[in-house]
């Protein structure tokens, strides 16, 4: 008798888990798209006004004439797409179909388009100068910038820099010391103002030294030590103006950088004075992001910091020194956030003044969240905030019905919409703010 084989039964594939659907995106965009038909839409001024948008500046090399638009048909419209839009988004989460950052990008583009309409609607006597509009963002997003590149190089190295705040005004507080005795000295504003732009590095990377002491060293929350460095630099700056320059004026005057246009490249219309008529510091903004975008990715620097921050105890392994990599990198990115820093004092050709920082570096810190900590992403998140700050400039120039107040909430209003539509789709480095004890 021959035994028959028994086969077993085929093992059936476990059922995948999907993730439950977030609607968060879907409802902030549908928020922001309706209330902005209802405001900026329907509320903007018909009857024939008509908007004016003016590109070319005297000096370009060719002139881009200045055009009208109808103003309410055109917001409304700008208002009906980004609500569609909208609605796109939604479909895309009931259908789990994934957008990219396209699309909540063009919806905020579409609601500021409608914006710049609807301040400038029936307006004869003033325009949106785009020009200058695009010039504040580049310029006001300098220290945030510098100061998101600084959180990157901590917390990729898993030190959490809370303390950018600190570090801006300290290095906004040396580089008008440095700058005023120096050009108090020399006579020329200019050597002063280059004096000072050097200075800053240190008072950030003073800051940062303090930071690394008490996390590295002692163990202390890292969170805690950098709100109590931003209102020990408080303190310390405050003291200082109060003492030093008020009975000096001398060593705290109004010296600025002055713009180096490159030839040829400064005179395109719009690109050239937004991107080539800036001073130093801009330039090297420009280099020192595009350099640490390379290092970060493509050098055995960056990998090591980035496998210090991730997996502390595998490159301890492998002989990566981990508190020490911590240490010079924290210090590194405190000078970074010193440098910029300067843009409120030298680089911007204003006197020092108390707190003179305004809660930039909080906003830095956001945008370095929001550039998932990259370089490049920092840099499009700063200018994004930078772009809020400067649309705050010019609806004071060009008089709107919106309270000031309100307007001066502008910059950090964006940093909450921005940080709250991206809050659970990104991952910070896996040790950040965990100490290394070996």
């Not at 917001?75 to 797409?81: D, K, V």
């Not at 030190?159 to 005023?180: D, M, P, R, S, T």
């Not at 732009?197 to 890292?222: C, D, E, H, R, S």
Request: charged share 10%; hydrophobic share 55%.
């Amino acid at each position: 008798m021959t035994a028959t084989a028994v086969e077993a039964p085929e093992a059936q594939p476990a059922a995948a888990v999907e993730k439950p659907l977030s609607w968060k995106m879907p409802l902030l965009l549908g928020s922001v798209g309706i209330l902005s038909f209802i405001f900026f839409g329907l509320m903007t001024p018909g009857d024939g006004a008509t908007t004016t948008f003016v590109l070319s500046r005297s000096g370009d090399l060719f002139t881009i004439p200045a055009f009208d638009v109808p103003s309410q048909p055109v917001a409304i419209a700008l208002t009906l797409a980004a609500t569609a839009l909208a609605a796109l988004s939604a479909w895309g989460v009931r259908n789990r179909r994934q957008f990219g950052v396209w699309l909540p990008s063009t919806v905020g583009l579409l609601v500021v388009l409608a914006v710049l309409v609807w301040a400038g609607a029936g307006k004869t006597a003033t325009s949106i100068q785009v020009t200058g509009l695009l010039i504040g963002t580049v310029v006001l997003a300098v220290p945030l910038v510098f100061g998101s590149l600084a959180g990157m190089l901590c917390e990729r190295s898993g030190i959490i820099n809370i303390a950018i705040e600190g570090q801006l005004l300290a290095g906004a507080f040396l580089a008008a010391l440095v700058g005023g005795a120096v050009a108090s000295a020399t006579g020329s504003d200019a050597v002063g103002a280059y004096a000072g732009l050097i200075a800053a590095p240190l008072a950030g990377a003073l800051v940062g030294a303090a930071l690394t002491l008490f996390a590295v060293k002692y163990w202390v929350n890292q969170i805690v030590v950098g709100v109590v460095l931003n209102v020990l630099v408080v303190g310390l700056t405050n003291f200082f103006f109060g003492t030093l320059m008020k009975n000096n004026p001398e060593l705290n005057r109004a010296i600025g950088l002055p713009d180096l246009p490159i030839p040829l490249l400064s005179k395109i219309p719009v690109l050239g004075p937004v991107l080539f008529d800036q001073n130093i510091l801009v330039y090297a903004m420009y280099v020192i992001v595009a350099v640490l975008n390379v290092m970060l990715f493509r050098s055995r620097w960056g990998l090591r910091m980035r496998a210090v921050g991730e997996h502390p105890k595998a490159a301890d392994t492998v002989g990566i020194k981990v508190n020490r990599t911590r240490v010079r990198n924290t210090i590194l990115g405190g000078a970074v956030a010193g440098f910029g820093g300067a843009f409120f004092t030298v680089a911007s050709g204003l006197a020092f003044n108390k707190e003179m920082t305004g809660g930039k570096g909080y906003i830095a810190l956001a945008a370095m969240i929001l550039g998932r900590w990259s370089p490049k992403g920092a840099l499009a998140a700063a200018l994004l905030f930078g772009f809020a700050d400067s649309l705050r400039e010019q609806f004071g120039i060009i008089g709107t019905a919106i309270p000031s107040q309100f307007l001066a909430m502008l910059p950090y209003l964006a940093t909450i919409f921005a940080v709250a539509g991206l809050v659970g789709h990104v991952r910070p480095p896996a040790a950040e703010g965990i100490p290394y004890k070996k």
